[in-house]
T-cell receptor, first 114, second 115 residues
Framework: AQSVTQLDSQVPVFEEAPVELRCNYS??????LFWYVQYPNQGLQLLLK??????LVKGINGFEAEFNKSQTSFHLRKPSVHISDTAEYFC????????????FGSGTQLTVLP | DTAVSQTPKYLVTQMGNDKSIKCEQN?????MYWYKQDSKKFLKIMFS???????INETVPNRFSPKSPDKAHLNLHINSLELGDSAVYFC??????????????FGQGTRLTVV
């Protein structure tokens, strides 16, 4: 069965600083990887996804993530954050070819400070 | 137009009551899901339906019963509500299974509070 670990439950960072949110996964088969963002009192919105090909994936709002198969990681990065990026970020995995659902990590609260 | 819509957005009810949450998607997707988000924001799958058929039924009390009248709708009925049922419930849909790489689209959530 697949699992996802988000190593940091909270990440405070100052505005315009870079940020990295860490995600590691475990699966015995190939996976697809996703990052979702949840703004306060809202649903989840897809930031980006990795299916295959280039290991560097670019998403919305200036975010990008790098898939590292050897380290089973899919870390999310942004070179310069804004106050509006304050939200909960979820990493998720789906086993390729499986009818199983997305499995989510426990989330990372990103707080951007002025 | 809202892609995945849930009603109601907030639901406050007493223990022992029966309640339903409705979900509709206008994306033409074949697969729909219910997720539960607890107070620590952990998201856990409850049910998954594909073309009105139940695909996944995780370890969820029998008091929870999903119903899919057609592939655009997946409702969640909860009997004999308990305090521990308080959470945010998210409906989601995807074109096919997420195992073929399609992402899931989420509704705005229903915050259920049992008092």
């Amino acid at each position: 069965a697949q699992s996802v670990t988000q190593l940091d439950s909270q990440v405070p960072v100052f505005e315009e600083a870079p940020v990295e949110l860490r995600c590691n996964y475990s699966s015995s088969v190939s996976v697809y990887l996703f990052w979702y963002v949840q703004y306060p009192n809202q649903g989840l919105q897809l930031l980006l996804k990795y299916l295959s090909g280039s290991t560097l994936v670019k998403g919305i709002n200036g975010f990008e993530a790098e898939f590292n198969k050897s380290q089973t990681s899919f870390h999310l990065r942004k070179p310069s954050v804004h106050i509006s990026d304050t939200a909960e970020y979820f990493c998720a995995v789906s086993e390729a070819g499986s009818a199983r659902q997305l499995t989510f990590g426990s989330g990372t609260q990103l707080t951007v400070l002025p | 137009d809202t892609a995945v819509s849930q009603t109601p957005k907030y639901l406050v009810t007493q223990m022992g009551n029966d309640k339903s949450i409705k979900c509709e998607q206008n994306l033409g997707h074949d697969t729909m899901y219910w997720y539960k988000q607890d107070s620590k924001k952990f998201l856990k799958i409850m049910f998954s339906y594909n073309n009105k058929e139940l695909i996944i039924n995780e370890t969820v009390p029998n008091r929870f019963s999903p119903k899919s009248p057609d592939k655009a709708h997946l409702n969640l009925h909860i009997n004999s509500l308990e305090l521990g049922d308080s959470a945010v419930y998210f409906c989601a849909s995807s074109q096919v299974y997420t195992g073929v790489g399609t992402e899931a689209f989420f509704g705005q959530g229903t915050r259920l509070t049992v008092v």
